[in-house]
Each structure stands twice: as structure tokens, then as C-alpha cells.
């Protein structure tokens, strides 16, 4: 027998999605550290020693070491490795890879989840092409987290744009996801899907967004470690993702630095302002 799983998306308060805003933007600072540090040489171990360093130094914890055993704080997914790569010391980065560094942070309870793929020095013309369609896709469906929309209108959002951009393969045995007081909660956020089906996403609401696509099939393979997770057909992979709130004044992406304003003015559907900006109570220089 099977416990029924949880079917309602959590609630938070304005106040609880301005303490999820804080562990977002340990995540951002994380992140850009991180992508900084990318170049040839470097160990994806030395990276995850980085992560670690620069979550615990911001009052956060790493919210994947331990995780159902997992024992790192990032994920470094390598070429054909789409998601879930394990850092190793023995893993040094060469000029021309691509690498997907994904880092949870968890603050006062709140959870905050995101992902970019970085060139390793120089990369081909059809790589940065896969990251950019990846990037976009990721943009068009943050642009949809709004107060009325329902689910679908976000992953088909993602898809078209990936669609849009290209003939690559978009990941379908892995999702985003809900996101608060926990890093992983209902519902499941696919990366293609229906318009005016799911369900409907209201004020207060959290979700991770997170496209993977390939530059050839949608198959994936996990590999030995229980971990890794690699393209069936060792086309190399994409992989972005944001935590964005669902606020009355639209979409708040948790995870950038400037909340997605400068990326979704780019898309607004049906809001005056794309992109709000709500101080946390007690705090009047929000960033
Ligand atoms: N962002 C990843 C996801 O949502 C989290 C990595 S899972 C972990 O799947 F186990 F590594 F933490
Ligand atoms: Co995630």
C-alpha cells in the first residue's frame, strides 16, 4: 500500500516568501561565485567545496548534503550528464565543456533551488545554442507563474519555447517541483504540458521551474551511482532552473538577484508591473 500523496500546493504567507526570498538569494550569490570560478582545470570538486563554503558563510545550509543520501551540496552535471552528476576530485573541467551546476540552500526552514549551465572556457556555436534555448525556455515559463494561470500554462510555456529555439529533446522523466518548507513538494512541475489544465496556481504559491534539453532524444539513463543521470544517446545537455513566488503583482523569482525584473519585462502576460518588489516586513532596503 501506497500513502496517498499530498495534493495541494502550499500556501505561504508574505512573510514566509520573504524569508524563501533570503535562502534564494544565498543561492543567486552561490551560483555566481560558482560560474565565476568555472574554468579549465578546476575540479567539480573544488566547485562543491566553493558551494559549501559560501552557503554555511551566509547563515544557510546546504539543502542537498545528505539529502536521500546524497553526498554533495551542488549537483555537476558534465556534458551528457543532464542532472544529478556527483562532484569528484578526479573531475577536472576542459576547455569546451559545458557544466550544470544545480545548489539548494535551506534558511530558517525556507528553501531555495536553482541551476545554470556554464561554458568551460571556449565552447561551439551549437552548445551555446542549446544553453540559450535552455535559459529562454526557463524564462517563458517564469513568466507565466501568475495568480489565476494553472500549471499547464507554465510547462507549455517551456516547451513551446524550447520547440521555438530548436529540434532538441526535452527531458520528460524529470520535472521542477513545488517548493517552501521543503525542497521538493507537489506538485510536479513537467517540462511540456496543456494550457487551461492543472492546477490552478494562486498568491503565495512557490515552484521550481527547471527545464533539461538535449541536443538529440528525450531518453535518459541513470547511471550505477543511483545518481547521475545521463542522455540515453551522449548528446550533451541543459539545464536551468529558478525558484519563483506567485505574488498578486506576478511572478518573483526567488533565485535572481534582481527578483527577474530585467528578464520578464521582456514577457508580460496580463499584470501592469512584470515583476514586483516586495520588501520583506521589517526590512526596507530589500535587494
Ligand atoms: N534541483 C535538484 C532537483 O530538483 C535537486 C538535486 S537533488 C539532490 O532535482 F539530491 F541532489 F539534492
Ligand atoms: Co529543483
Redesign the pocket.
Known amino acids: 500500500m501506497r500513502l496517498r500523496r499530498k495534493t495541494t500546493i502550499q500556501v505561504k504567507s508574505p512573510e514566509q516568501i520573504a524569508s524563501m526570498r533570503e535562502a534564494g538569494l544565498v543561492v543567486a550569490r552561490t551560483l555566481k561565485v560558482l560560474a565565476d570560478a568555472v574554468r579549465p582545470g578546476i575540479t567539480t570538486t573544488d566547485l562543491d567545496r566553493i558551494a559549501e563554503r559560501e552557503i554555511r558563510a551566509s547563515g544557510a545550509t546546504p539543502?542537498?548534503?545528505g539529502?536521500?543520501g546524497?553526498p554533495?551540496s551542488?549537483?555537476a552535471s558534465v556534458n551528457e550528464t543532464i542532472?544529478?552528476g556527483i562532484p569528484g576530485p578526479a573531475q577536472r573541467l576542459r576547455d569546451g565543456d559545458i557544466i550544470s551546476i544545480?545548489?539548494?540552500a535551506v534558511l530558517d526552514g525556507w528553501h531555495g533551488?536553482?541551476?545554470v549551465t556554464v561554458a568551460v572556457g571556449q565552447i561551439t556555436a551549437e552548445d551555446q545554442a542549446l544553453m540559450d534555448a535552455c535559459e529562454a525556455a526557463l524564462w517563458a515559463g517564469l513568466a507565466r507563474a501568475l495568480p489565476g494561470s494553472r500549471l499547464g500554462d507554465i510547462s507549455s510555456a517551456v516547451e513551446r519555447a524550447v520547440i521555438a529555439s530548436g529540434p532538441y529533446g526535452i527531458v520528460r522523466e524529470?520535472t521542477?517541483?513545488g517548493i517552501g518548507s521543503a525542497?521538493?513538494m507537489f506538485p510536479d512541475v513537467p517540462n511540456f504540458g496543456e494550457p487551461g489544465t492543472g492546477p490552478r496556481l494562486t498568491a503565495g504559491m512557490a515552484l521550481?521551474i527547471?527545464p533539461m534539453i538535449t541536443r538529440g532524444g528525450e531518453r535518459t539513463i541513470e547511471l550505477a551511482d543511483g545518481?547521475t543521470v545521463v542522455t540515453a544517446d551522449a548528446s550533451r545537455a541543459a539545464h536551468f532552473?529558478h525558484t519563483v513566488a506567485i505574488t498578486p503583482d506576478g511572478p518573483w523569482v526567488l533565485t535572481a538577484e534582481d527578483g527577474g525584473i530585467s528578464r520578464l519585462r521582456q514577457h508580460h502576460h496580463g499584470t501592469k508591473r512584470p515583476a514586483p518588489t516586495i520588501p520583506p516586513k521589517g526590512n526596507s532596503s530589500a535587494g
Open positions: 539543502s542537498f548534503l539529502y536521500q546524497y554533495a551542488i549537483c542532472v544529478h544545480d545548489c539548494g533551488d536553482a541551476a524529470y521542477g517541483h525542497m521538493h521550481a527547471e545518481w532552473e
